[in-house]
């Protein structure tokens, strides 16, 4: 079983309040997403893993039992060409839960015309295989978002 884990402060608001068709209708994979408080941050690992994936705007570690988590910082954010995000890893580096992997500040994104919601999703997975998924309420990051069986 996998833990995962709140990449950032916020709130839980769960993928169907996402404001993107790909992320509300768990297209991509179920999960939830968090509204994150306004104030630069970092965004962390929500698992322990390697980083498979990195762009400014969104990244995928990938655990030791296969299971790829995505966090997408904002929606539509890849239309920033990464300005106001700053990556703190490398693709291919070995993170631990917690680690911070990029520098960012969602009021600068919903500045920018973007929304800061930052759905985190559970890649090739069911939604039965998840369980306890968060989609109310406020999380620090590292809090409990959902369990991946």
């Not at 768990?26 to 104030?39: I, L, W």
């Not at 929606?75 to 993170?95: A, C, M, P």
Request: net charge negative; proline share 7%.
């Amino acid at each position: 079983m996998t833990t995962v884990t709140s990449p950032l402060a916020g709130r839980a608001i769960g993928l169907a309040a996402v404001p993107d068709p790909v992320f509300s209708g768990a297209m991509v994979g179920p999960g939830t997403a968090v509204d994150p408080v306004r104030e630069p941050s970092e965004a962390v690992s929500p698992v322990d893993g390697i980083v498979v994936s990195l762009h400014p705007h969104a990244f995928v570690v990938v655990d030791d039992q296969g299971h790829g988590v995505l966090t997408h910082l904002g929606i539509d954010t890849v239309q920033l060409n990464g300005e106001g995000f700053e990556l703190l890893v490398n693709k291919g580096d070995t993170v631990s839960r917690g680690q911070a992997v990029v520098r960012w500040d969602p009021t600068a994104v919903e500045a920018a015309g973007k929304s800061p919601i930052c759905p985190v999703v559970a890649l090739e997975a069911t939604a039965d295989s998840l369980s306890g998924v968060r989609e109310s309420g406020d999380v620090q990051a590292g809090g409990t978002l959902f369990e991946w069986q």
